[in-house]
């Protein structure tokens, strides 16, 4: 009876990380993000990202409690969505789009599914998506930076991206803005989105990410680099009417996607081959659609077509069972 044989199914050894320590490690991974949009827009982006947090966390629960569901709000995902919603809306949002936003990204992107785990797209991006084509008027509606302390009132201005597509369409020429100002784009000193702004504070936490091996660097580097590489081609071969790659990089939603949304375990492939070809799919994607699409900014389309064709990708590139012989023809 001393030597006794336990047989078991896989996993048999386990990292010791859990859901809730996962999502928890992401939204630290967000704080530097958050901490300089707030900088950069005052009370109303704190307002946006508060707002945004508390409504999925109330449709979160809402929703298990109707379905007769365990509660769910102690493994973080909502509070996660939250931030992530808010980080991808303008700070002059009204209260009751960032509301209506959580409610879809919670019911109609991730518990319609099933719950977290279950869900095919990104549940943060459908309900970005969603606001922009039911409201485009307030999700396009942006305000140059009023640091906190200084005099300066919040004033109506496009982003970078949206003046270059402005610029191309009416001139056939990029604007200035486009070959110059990229010191301020690194730090964050631009019109945009709440999670756009700010290079150093995203790279900062994907890096953190990167550190604890919440993600691999396959999808990070596939979509930025494929970004790069096409967007550097297209400037190559027209610099007076296509970007600086650089411009690419530091300006829309790039970094926020490329770190913290494409690199979703739940919505994006398994295999490190999959993990590759979804990330150069999303920069492709991107490219294309800030270059020659109605919108001046594609990550978040990107992100939702490649999460589509997720399920394509882990069986294209399913790994050989072990041992497994191939016929012979």
């Not at 002059?92 to 319609?112: D, H, M, N, R, T």
């Not at 994006?268 to 492709?284: A, E, H, Q």
């Not at 800030?290 to 590139?317: H, K, Q, W």
């Amino acid at each position: 009876m001393e030597n006794q044989l336990y047989l078991s199914s896989s996993p048999h050894i386990h990292s010791g990380e859990t859901t809730d320590k996962v999502m928890r490690k992401v939204i630290y991974a967000l704080l530097p993000a958050c901490a300089v949009a707030i900088y950069f827009f005052g009370l109303p982006a704190l307002m946006v990202l508060l707002l945004c947090t508390l409504g999925c966390v109330a449709a979160e629960g809402i929703s298990c409690k109707l379905q007769g569901r365990n509660m769910t709000l102690g493994d973080g995902s909502a509070a996660l969505t939250g931030i992530l919603l808010g980080l991808n809306l303008p700070p002059s949002s009204p209260w009751w789009l960032a509301l209506f936003g959580a409610a879809i990204a919670i019911l109609i992107g991730k518990q319609v599914y099933g719950g977290l785990g279950y869900n095919p797209f990104n549940p943060a991006l459908v309900a970005r998506v969603v606001l922009l084509i039911s409201f485009p008027v307030q999700m396009t509606s942006w305000t140059s930076p009023a640091p906190l302390g200084s005099d300066l009132d919040a004033v109506t201005s496009a982003t970078p991206l949206g003046a270059m597509k402005t610029a191309v369409m009416l001139t056939g020429k990029l604007p200035e803005l486009a070959h110059s100002g990229f010191s301020q784009y690194l730090i964050g000193n631009m019109a945009g989105s709440l999670g756009e702004v700010s290079a150093i504070a995203l790279l900062l936490g994907g890096g953190y990410l990167l550190w604890k091996r919440i993600i691999s660097w396959h999808i990070p580097v596939a979509f930025i680099g494929s970004v790069l590489i096409i967007g550097g081609i297209f400037w190559a071969v027209s610099p007076e009417k296509y970007p600086n790659p650089l411009f690419h990089l530091l300006t829309g939603g790039l970094l926020l996607g490329a770190l913290f949304m494409a690199t979703d375990m739940v919505t994006s492939p398994v295999t490190d081959k999959g993990m590759l070809i979804f990330g150069f799919g999303c920069g492709l994607l991107t490219v294309l659609i800030r270059l020659f699409g109605g919108y001046p900014e594609g990550v978040s389309f990107a992100i939702l077509l490649m999460n589509a064709a997720t399920p394509l990708i882990d069986r294209f590139c399913r790994p050989k069972i072990y041992g497994q012989v191939e016929a012979k023809v």
